[in-house]
C-alpha cells in the first residue's frame, strides 16, 4: 500500500467579513456543502482594538479550509448570534461569553455555561489582561437555574455532580411526569481547568505536553490535530513513516476506545457478563499500547514533525500478531451482545436522535452516523493516510442506542483491517524530521483537526513569535453533549444511564 | 422445645442470610470471570456499616427512623410463621402461608414509606418503582401456591406441602411452579432482571434508592433485612415447590440448608444470563410468573399429577 508523501493543506486563508454579515456568510457555506468544523475567539484587543472570531468550516473532498473572520469592537463586545443559522454553535458562543465577554445578541439561552455561580460578573479569564493564576474572591454571579418542564406531576430531579460511582463530574436535571423524562438540562464544566489559558505565552514545543492532557480518552487524537496546527504554521513537512504511524495512533485510539463505549453500554443494562468481556479485551488493547507505544493511554506519542518514538519492525509484526488475536475476541463480544434478546430489547427504539436534529445540532462521530449521517472527517478531510485507505464509513439508519453500538461495532472491523494493512508496509525512514530555519520564532494560525473516537475534532492555534498565542480545542464531546438533551426526553428515566452511555461522551474534554 | 427451635430459626435467618448473600455475589463474579469477594464479604460489610457513622437527611422523619428495624421485624417473623429448618413452624399456629406473604407485603410497605420519608428524589422514585412492583409481584407470590391450595384446600403450610409432596416429583406442575418460583424470586430478592443490585447508576435503582440515604448502623440493619428476605423467599419456595426432607431433624436442617444454596447458585446463574429489563416490562414478566403459577393450578385441579 502507498501513502503519498504528507503534503499537509496550507494554512486556512480567511476571509474577513462584518460581524453583522456573518450569519448570511456562514448560511451561503453551508448551502455550498461547507460543513461547520470549529470556532474560535481572540483577544486583539492591544493590537486591533478587539476581538477576532473566526468560524472554520470543511468541504466534502477539499483540502483546505474555509474560514470567516470578524471583528468585533472592543469598546461594544457583541454580536449577532449565529445560532438561527448555526445551532451547531449554540455552546461555542456561551463559551465566549463567559470566557471572551463576547456577547451573541439574541442567542436563545443567556445562562452561563463555563463560569460558575460566584465567579463575578464582568471578569472574563480568557481576556489577556486577566492573569492565568487570578484568583477572585467568590461573588454574586449568575445563578444558574436548570430550565425545564413545569405542571401538575412533574418533578424535578437533580443528579450529580457529584455521583454513586465513579464517573466524571456532571450536573443533569431531569423533569420526569411518572418515569418518563420531558426534559433533561446538563451542567457540565464543573472541573475546568483552563488548559488553553495555560498554554498562552509557552514555545509551541513545550505546549504539547500540557495539550495532551487535555482528555485521556481521544490523547492520540489531540496530539495530532495540535501537531498539525503546528506544523501548518511553521511550514513543517513530516516523514511517510510519521504519517503511517499517526494513522497507527489514530485507529489504535479508536478501537479502545469503541472497546470501552460498546462495554460501557452493556454494564448500562445490568448485563455484566458483556461488560466483563469488553473490559478484558479493552485492557488487553491497552497492553499492546503501551508494549507498542510506551504508554497505555498513549500519551506523549505524537509530536510536531513526527511521532515521539518509533515502532521497530520487529515491534510492529509482533503488534500486527497480537491485534489479528484480539480480532476474533471483538468480533465473539460484538455478536454476543448483538445476539441478546434482553440486552438488545433495552437498546432498540431507547434514546432516538433523529437525522435532522443531529444534522442541525451538527453532530459527529458514531453518534451522528448511527443517525443516518455520513460525518467522518477521514474522508471529508482525508489527512495522513486516510487519503490512500479510504476509510469505509459505517452508517445506521435508526438513530438509537442499538444503532450506536452496531456502529462501533462495524467501526472496530474496520480499524482492524486498516490497522492490519498500516502495520504490513510501514514505510522505511525516519520517524520524525527537524523543524525548519526558523520554526522557534514563526507567527500564524494553523488549524488541524481529525475525526477522534468520538468524531471530529479541531485544534485552532494561534503562534506569536513561536509563542502560543491563542489555542482552542474543539473536540467531539464539546459537539455532541447537547445531542443528549435531544435523545432523552420521550424515554424512560431509568433508561438515561443506557442512552448517556451510548453517547459515552467526555467531560474532560469540556474542562480543558 | 418449641421457643428453643423459634429462636434457633431466627438465629438461622439472620447467621445464614449474608452467607447466602456471599454465595451468591461469589457464584456471579466467578460467571463473569472475576474472582470477586470472598463469600464471608457481607459479613465484613454489615460489620463495617454498623461501626460507622449515623447520617440521616434533614428532611426525614421517625418513619425513615424506624423503618429499617420495622422491615427487619416483618422478615424476622415471616421467618417464624415459616417451616425453614423443621416443622411444623414455630409460630406455625399463628399463620400461614397467607400470613407470610402479607408480611413480606408489610416489609414492602414499610420501605416504600421510608423512601418517601428521605425527602429526596431518589427516595421517591425508588419508593414509586417499589409500590408498582409490589403490586406486580405479591399477586405473582401468592400463585405460587395456588396449585397445591387446590389439592390442599386452605393455605395451612402442612396441608400445603403435604399437597406438594403428595403431587409427581418431576410433574408438569412442578416444573410450572419452579419456572414462576425463579421469577419471583429474582423480582422479591431486587435481583436482574427486575433490580440491579450492584448498580450504582441512581437512575435505574428500586431498592437501592430507598436505601440510598442510609448510612452505618440504619443502613446494615436494612441491609440484613433485604439479606434476610432474600432468604426468607428462598426457604419459602424449597417449602413449596421442594418440600421432601430427610427423617431426624439434623437431616432436616442440613437438607434445608443445602437446598437453599442450591437454589441461592440458581438465582446468580439466572441473574447473570440477563440484562434488566425496561421497567414497563416488567407487567408482563411478572405476570408469566403468575399464569405459569395459575397453569399448575389447572393441571392440579384437573388431576394432572
Known amino acids: 500500500m502507498m501513502v503519498e508523501q504528507a503534503r499537509l493543506p496550507s494554512g486556512p486563508a480567511a476571509r474577513e467579513v462584518e460581524a453583522a454579515d456573518l ?52 469598546d461594544r463586545p457583541e454580536y449577532p448570534s449565529l445560532v438561527p443559522v448555526l445551532p451547531a454553535v449554540h455552546w461555542d458562543e456561551r463559551e465566549a461569553r463567559d470566557l471572551f465577554g463576547l456577547v451573541p445578541l439574541g442567542h436563545p439561552d443567556p445562562r452561563r455555561l463555563v463560569l460558575p ?40 430531579i437533580p443528579v450529580g455532580p457529584v455521583h454513586a460511582g465513579i464517573i466524571e463530574s456532571g450536573h443533569f436535571s431531569f423533569s420526569v411526569m411518572g418515569e418518563a423524562v ?90 455484566a457478563v458483556g461488560a466483563m468481556e469488553g473490559a478484558r479485551l479493552k485492557e488487553r488493547m491497552l497492553r499492546l499500547q503501551a508494549g ?221 | 422445645m418449641s421457643a428453643l427451635a423459634a429462636a434457633a430459626q431466627l438465629l438461622v435467618l439472620l447467621l445464614v442470610a449474608p452467607l447466602a448473600q456471599g454465595l451468591i455475589q461469589r457464584a456471579k463474579a466467578a460467571l463473569q470471570g472475576r474472582r470477586g469477594p470472598g463469600v464471608l464479604q457481607p459479613y465484613f460489610t454489615l460489620a463495617k456499616l454498623w461501626r460507622r457513622q449515623d447520617v440521616r437527611p434533614e428532611a426525614a422523619g421517625p418513619v425513615f427512623a424506624a423503618a429499617p428495624t420495622a422491615a427487619l421485624a416483618c422478615v424476622a417473623a415471616g421467618a417464624l410463621a415459616l417451616p ?66 387446590v389439592r390442599a384446600g386452605g393455605t395451612a403450610w402442612p396441608a400445603l406441602m403435604a399437597a406438594s409432596a403428595a403431587a409427581a416429583p418431576a410433574g408438569v406442575a412442578r416444573f410450572l411452579g419452579l419456572a414462576a418460583g425463579l421469577i419471583v424470586a429474582l423480582a422479591e430478592s431486587g435481583r436482574l432482571p427486575v433490580d440491579n443490585p450492584d448498580t450504582h447508576l441512581e437512575l435505574t435503582m428500586i431498592h437501592e434508592a430507598i436505601a440510598l440515604e442510609y448510612a452505618g448502623p440504619q443502613l446494615a440493619v436494612l441491609t440484613l433485612g433485604q439479606m434476610g428476605k432474600q432468604l426468607l423467599i428462598v426457604a419459602l419456595e424449597a417449602d413449596l415447590l421442594l418440600p421432601w426432607r430427610p427423617g431426624g431433624p439434623a437431616l432436616q436442617a442440613l437438607s434445608a440448608l443445602a437446598l437453599w444454596a442450591g437454589l441461592s447458585l440458581g438465582l446468580a446463574v439466572a441473574e447473570t444470563l440477563s440484562a434488566k429489563l425496561r421497567f414497563f416490562r416488567l407487567p408482563a414478566y411478572l405476570g408469566a410468573a403468575a399464569a405459569l403459577s395459575s397453569a399448575a393450578a389447572v393441571l392440579q385441579a384437573w388431576g394432572v399429577r
Open chain 1, 182 to 271: 420531558l426534559h433533561v438540562d446538563l451542567r457540565l464544566f464543573q472541573k475546568h481547568r483552563g488548559v488553553e489559558k495555560v498554554v498562552e505565552g509557552r514555545p509551541w514545543a513545550e505546549a504539547a505536553d500540557l495539550v495532551e492532557r487535555v482528555c485521556a480518552a481521544c490523547t492520540a487524537s489531540h496530539q495530532a490535530a495540535w501537531s498539525e496546527a503546528v506544523e501548518q504554521i511553521v511550514g513543517w513537512d513530516i516523514p511517510p513513516r510519521a504519517v503511517h504511524l499517526r494513522t497507527v495512533l489514530l485507529e489504535c485510539e479508536r478501537l479502545w476506545n469503541h472497546l470501552h463505549d460498546v462495554a460501557a453500554l452493556p454494564a448500562g443494562a445490568g448485563f
Open chain 2, 84 to 149: 425453614m429448618l423443621w416443622r411444623p413452624a414455630p409460630l406455625g399456629w399463628a399463620g400461614d402461608f397467607v400470613v407470610v406473604v402479607g408480611l413480606l407485603a408489610l416489609q414492602r410497605f414499610v420501605l416504600t414509606l421510608a423512601g418517601l420519608d428521605a425527602g429526596t428524589p431518589f427516595g421517591g422514585l425508588g419508593s414509586s418503582r417499589e409500590g408498582t412492583l409490589g403490586a406486580l409481584v405479591e399477586p405473582a407470590l401468592f400463585a405460587l401456591a395456588l396449585p397445591w391450595m
Open chain 1, 292 to 512: 507498542a507505544f510506551g504508554h497505555r493511554y498513549l500519551f506523549g506519542t505524537i509530536r510536531p514533525g513526527g511521532v515521539a518514538r518509533d515502532l521497530p519492525a520487529e515491534a510492529a509484526a509482533a503488534l500486527r500478531r497480537e491485534l489479528g488475536a484480539l480480532r476474533g475476541g471483538v468480533a465473539r463480544l460484538a455478536e454476543r451482545l448483538l445476539g441478546h434478546p434482553g440486552f438488545m430489547d433495552r437498546a432498540t427504539g431507547c434514546g432516538v436522535l433523529r437525522r435532522d436534529i443531529a444534522q442541525a445540532l451538527g453532530a459527529v462521530g458514531p453518534s451522528a452516523r448511527a443517525s443516518g449521517l455520513a460525518q467522518d472527517l477521514r474522508v471529508l478531510r482525508p489527512s495522513l493516510g486516510y487519503r490512500a485507505l479510504a476509510p469505509q464509513v459505517v452508517t445506521e439508519a435508526a438513530g438509537d442506542v442499538a444503532a450506536r453500538l452496531r456502529v462501533r461495532c462495524r467501526e472496530m472491523e474496520v480499524a482492524f483491517a486498516l490497522l492490519d494493512r498500516l502495520l504490513h508496509a510501514l514505510p522505511p525512514g525516519p520517524c520524525r524530521t527537524d523543524p525548519p530555519t526558523g520554526a522557534g520564532r514563526a507567527s500564524g494560525i494553523g488549524i488541524g483537526c481529525n475525526e477522534s473516537p468520538r468524531g471530529g475534532g479541531a485544534h485552532y492555534v494561534e503562534l506569536l513569535e513561536g509563542r502560543v498565542a491563542r489555542c482552542r480545542i474543539r473536540s467531539a464531546s464539546f459537539a455532541n453533549w447537547p445531542l443528549l438533551g435531544a435523545a432523552v426526553p420521550g424515554n424512560l428515566i431509568g433508561d438515561f444511564p443506557l442512552i448517556n452511555k451510548s453517547f459515552e461522551l467526555c467531560y474532560a474534554c469540556c474542562d480543558r
Open chain 1, 23 to 74: 450569519g448570511p456568510a456562514a448560511a451561503a457555506l453551508q448551502a455550498d456543502g461547507w460543513r461547520f468544523l470549529t470556532s474560535a475567539v481572540a483577544d486583539e484587543r492591544q493590537s486591533q482594538g478587539g476581538f477576532r472570531l473566526d468560524h472554520a468550516f470543511v468541504h466534502p473532498g477539499r483540502p483546505e479550509l474555509a474560514v470567516l473572520r470578524a471583528r468585533v469592537p472592543a
Open chain 1, 117 to 156: 455561580d460566584d465567579w463575578p460578573a464582568g471578569l472574563h479569564p480568557l481576556r489577556r489582561d486577566v492573569p492565568w493564576d487570578a484568583r477572585p474572591a467568590p461573588a454574586a454571579g449568575a445563578a444558574w437555574a436548570p430550565r425545564g418542564a413545569q405542571g401538575e406531576g412533574v418533578v424535578r
